[in-house]
């Protein structure tokens, strides 16, 4: 007992001092207390009112919770997480006609002619992109129901008019597009990653690189032949826009003018083989350029998921290229419906009356598309270097965080802006993946169609 004595003798001096505080003691605790409330106190305005000012690597803690108030710092804040993937960018035809494709003399680390080279790409936060595999159509005015013609003269959109002799041309000049998009690529290991799957667009993201994917722009590029789709997609194509402007032998376009005549009424029965074969091999079907009939009649017939690498809406710009709100409504998570993205596209003749495209403009596309579809069924489809004229305000690649802050300021959530930026996309490039993938391991045979008007084959 005794030992313990001078323990308790201490306990009880301590308890006594705790009950009479010094006046000492009473002004220091109210300083220390008095500067821990006004250390909390700056802490919270500084996170509730001046987060968007703080360093990188701390605006954005995850115990602040919430979204940063400016527009521009949350765009580019998702956009860091969730980059943007572009269903059509039309680099490969600046290679072709301004390059004549000698990728030496092409830099891409340099400020190219047209909207994309890799310094904006970065500043946009671009996460991957299809390079679009384009030729194109015969002239209108020889376009004829055979598709078997010869000495086609073909016109490039802009300036030039280049002779092709028959649909063998078409074949050789998709196989240099393709060419001179791949080695585009891999003239840029540090930058650019070639992707073949949905995989690869996220491996490559999480490098820090840039997928590239290529898309055919125009079933007139298979030469009339199914069995070009199987090569194109062993070359890594992954997908094929069923018409440019003109129809051909599996499927009626849409044209630019209204009131194109149509040949099929939508698909052919070759065209449906088409698709049928495109799903076994696991090519996305993108609807660009189909006429409604085309679009309506795909939906139907596609096992798998469909796209519009580069559409807007009709209801918001009445031109024919634009998806009107009857096949909008076939699209979404309703019974009847069916999964598919749509990617707005940037040209502003298919945006706004002359004058108006801008960022609101195209913001609005986005909005009334997903009004009818839902917010997980747009993506981006800007068609950069394949038009002329842009949208005020969004100029070239470096500008997608613009768009992105504008919706952002008209209340969309982060979640629904990852998905617009790229999530939505990859969604249908998985869906479409595993539908492919249950093809092949039920043994659906390969698609062995000849084109019916054919005479250099028995058949
Ligand atoms: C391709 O470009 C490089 C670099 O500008 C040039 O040296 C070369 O001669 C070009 N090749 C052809 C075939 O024009
Ligand atoms: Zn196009």
């Known amino acids: 007992m005794s030992e313990r004595a001078p323990l308790l003798a ?14 000492f003691n009473i002004t220091v605790r109210s300083v220390v207390w008095g500067i821990l409330t006004v250390l909390t106190t700056a802490t919270l ?93 015969p002239d209108p005015k020889d376009e004829g129901k055979e598709f078997l013609g010869a000495a086609w003269q073909v016109r490039y959109k802009f300036c030039f008019y280049v002779e092709k002799e028959n649909l063998l041309l078409l074949a050789r000049d998709t196989l240099e597009q393709i060419d001179v998009a791949k080695l585009l690529i891999e003239k840029y290991p540090d930058t650019f990653q070639f992707a073949r799957s949905s995989a690869d667009i996220k491996a490559a993201v999480s490098n820090g690189k840039i997928a590239g994917l290529l898309g055919v722009e125009g079933a007139h590029q298979l030469g009339n032949s199914i069995a070009a789709v199987r090569q194109y997609y062993a070359l890594g194509v992954r997908y094929i826009t069923l018409t440019h402007l003109c129809h051909n032998a599996f499927a009626d376009s849409c044209g630019l003018a209204p009131g194109k005549t149509p040949l099929h009424n939508g698909l052919s029965s070759f065209g449906l083989s088409l698709i049928e074969e495109m799903n076994r091999v696991g090519i996305l079907v993108d609807l660009s350029h189909t006429s409604d009939s085309t679009a309506a009649q795909a939906i139907k017939h596609s096992k798998a998921p469909v796209i519009w690498s580069h559409s807007s809406a009709r209801a918001i710009h009445a031109v024919p290229r634009n998806v009107p709100d009857e096949i909008l409504s076939l ?32 913001a609005n596309h986005i909005e009334h598309i997903s009004a009818v579809t839902g917010r997980q069924h747009v993506g981006i489809g800007s068609d950069y270097d394949g038009i002329e004229e842009t949208p005020t305000g969004l100029e070239d690649v470096s500008k997608y965080p613009t768009l992105i802050a504008e919706l952002y300021s008209r209340g969309w959530t982060q979640f629904e802006l990852a998905g617009l930026a790229g999530g939505n996309f990859l969604r249908v490039f998985e869906g479409a993946e595993r539908v492919s993938k249950e093809l092949r391991a039920a043994g659906v045979q390969p698609v062995y169609d000849l084109y019916a008007k054919r005479t250099d084959i028995p058949h």
């Open 45 to 137: 305005v500084v996170m509730l009112f001046f987060r968007d000012r703080l360093p990188d690597g701390v605006k954005l803690l995850p115990w602040v919770g919430g979204d940063p108030r400016d527009p521009t710092v949350a765009a580019l804040a998702i956009l860091d997480k969730s980059p943007i993937i572009d269903g059509h960018i039309d680099l490969p035809v600046i290679a072709r006609y301004q390059f004549a494709n000698n990728v030496s003399s092409i830099d891409l680390n340099s400020n190219m002619p047209g909207h994309v080279d890799i310094p904006r790409l970065r500043k946009g936060k671009v996460g991957g992109f299809f390079w679009s595999v384009y030729v194109s159509c």
């Open 10 to 23: 201490s306990d009880s001096e301590e308890h006594d001092a705790r009950n009479h505080p010094t006046p």
């Open 331 to 362: 699209i979404g998570t309703g019974s009847g419906q069916r999964d598919a993205v749509v990617m707005v596209n940037f040209a502003p003749y298919f945006v706004a009356p002359e004058g108006g495209a801008n960022v609101a403009a195209v």
